[in-house]
Every structure is written in structure tokens, then in C-alpha cells.
């Protein structure tokens, strides 16, 4: 039988997973990780080769490069789950920052507190003095889902309001549904940890709403931070700055919310 020549011998093919000049497809594995939260590149790296990253089940080596469209990646059993591009911020917004992307008389906005790059939106908006956790994000879907008012995510405000305590009538007409200019509003969870302070929660979006309400039955809002949204709350996150959401925070994220795409792989 007739042996190859070395002329003829084919070239060891380099996997299309391993790392090398003319291996121009996927992204490295590390730049995927720290672009989704895991860490810094270098964390990614020792992440990798500790041998705590799989891609399309099995282990992944440093060198590796994916395509996030098409590949299955693990960090520790947990599905990364998001697709390539797309980030996530958790950001605490003081007052005085608007939530938008640009605003026309140079006010201070909510994209101004997050990375330039990628360009990225507010989900739903705080009102110009209300602080707390807003998420930002160049993702869709998962913005769509949130504010959709039929998925009704959470959100959990603290709001001291004027004129001392709150009778329980008043907390009571909070609770059950109170009448604004737009109509009744839903039930609502409400507590008063301490006079004149109010934890409301509530799930529908609509403009200026808590504030609304409390003036609704006299005791307008002094002060009015948001604290969760959905699964999502972090009372050590600093006014002004913002931290990625975890891939675990998106996927119950978007789990809450029925959000496609983000369900880990089975
Ligand atoms: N309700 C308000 O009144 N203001 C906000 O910013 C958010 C909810």
C-alpha cells in the first residue's frame, strides 16, 4: 500500500477550540468569562485551568476559544447562559442622575456611571430624585421582560414619607388599591418598619407611582430608594457605582420574568 509522503501528509489540524494565530474562531474563553462578571481575565484564566470551566461538557484547557452563539459554557456547574456581547450592570443611582442615555441640558445620566463600551440602556426608570438599584444593559430581551407589565416583577421601595406615622387605614388603602388619576393601582405589599417609614412593594411600573401614592393618602415622599428588583438586591453596592449581575442574578432574572434564551442548558 502506498505511504504518504510527507508532502501529502495533512497538517495536524488545530482544533477549532485551541488557541493559535489562524484560529480566528470563537472568542478566548477567559474574555467571555470576565465579560460576563467572573472576574478579571486573569481570574478567568486560573478559573480555566483549575479545570472549573467546561465547554459542551468537557473541560475546558487555557487556550480554549468558544463561540457563544453555539457553546455550552459552565463555570462550576452553573450555565454562563448569556449570550456574547450582551452585559448586565447593577447600579446604585443617587439623586440627581437622570435615567437615560443623554440628556439635552447636560445633567448627570444613569450610562454615565457605567463602562462607555459597550452602549448600553436604563431597564425602566427612577424618578430624577429617587435612588437605589437600577439595572443597565444592552440586552433586549431581558429589558423587554422586565418592564413588560404582564410579568410583574417586584420591585421593593423604602420610602420615608411627611407627616409622621401612617395610620393603619392609610396602610390598608396602600395595600389594597388606591385610587390615582390613572386608575387604581394593585394590591400592594406595605409595611412601616418605623413611623413615617414605608416598605412598599409593588410590581406594576407605572410613572412616579409610590410617590403618587403617598401622596394619595397625605404623607408625600421625603426620600424613596429602591431596593430590590425581583431576586435582585445589594445593600452593599455604594451610591454611584455599579457592579456586573452574576450569571446566576440573570438567570433568576430572567427566569422571574419568563425572559427566552437564558434557561440553563439541559
Ligand atoms: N415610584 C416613584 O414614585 N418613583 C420612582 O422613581 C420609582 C417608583
Redesign the pocket.
Known sequence: MEQPTPESTPPEATPWYRDSDDAPLGERLQKVLAAHGWGSRRVCEEMIAQGRVRVNDATAVLGCRVRPDNDRVEVDGVPVGIRPGLVHYLVNKPQGVICSVGDTHDRPTIVDLVPPEPRVHPVG???LA?EGLIIVTNDGALTHAITHPSRGVE?E?LASVRRGAVSAGSLRRLRDGIELDDGFTAPAQVSQPEPGLLRITIHEGRN?????MCDAIGHP?ER?I?VRIGPISDRSLAPGTWRYLDPGEVIALSTETGAAGYAPHT
Do not use: C, E
Open positions: 426608570r427612577l424618578d429617587t420591585k421601595y412616579r407611582q409610590v410617590r403618587r415622599v424613596l429602591r
